[in-house]
Nanobody, 123 residues
Framework: QVQLVQSGGGLVQAGESLRLSCVASGRIVSINALGWYRQAPGKQRELVASITSGGSTNYADSVKGRFAISRDLAKITVDLQMNNLKPEDTAVYYC?????????????????WGQGTQVTVSS
């Protein structure tokens, strides 16, 4: 079983910055991709940013140039640096990890989520 634990988030004013962190634990053999998603009230969960094990990144158009995702595969962590925050960035943010774990009967793929953390940006 893979667990993701998030930290960071909170309440800031527009234009300020926040950093979210997420660490994975469990019998992880390999990581395919790590990412951050968000869900605003009344809206579907959406991808904010992702990064593959090879370092390729993908960002939602709405955060390009303001957010930066980074990862440490040795520690199995993924961070999201959020700069120049806007009120429309207000949401619950979730980290996500996909990869392979070692199970009793062999290897298995996994996709796990963090517990979620609130980010609120006031205007």
């Amino acid at each position: 079983q893979v667990q993701l634990v998030q930290s960071g988030g909170g309440l800031v004013q527009a234009g300020e910055s926040l950093r979210l962190s997420c660490v994975a634990s469990g019998r992880i053999v390999s990581i395919n991709a790590l990412g951050w998603y968000r869900q605003a009230p009344g809206k579907q969960r959406e991808l904010v940013a992702s990064i593959t094990s090879g370092g390729s990144t993908n960002y939602a158009d709405s955060v390009k140039g303001r957010f930066a995702i980074s990862r440490d595969l040795a520690k199995i962590t993924v961070d999201l640096q959020m700069n120049n925050l806007k009120p429309e960035d207000t949401a619950v943010y979730y980290c996500n990890a996909e990869g392979t774990t070692r199970q009793t009967m062999g290897l298995a793929t996994f996709r796990s989520w963090g517990q979620g953390t609130q980010v609120t940006v006031s205007s």
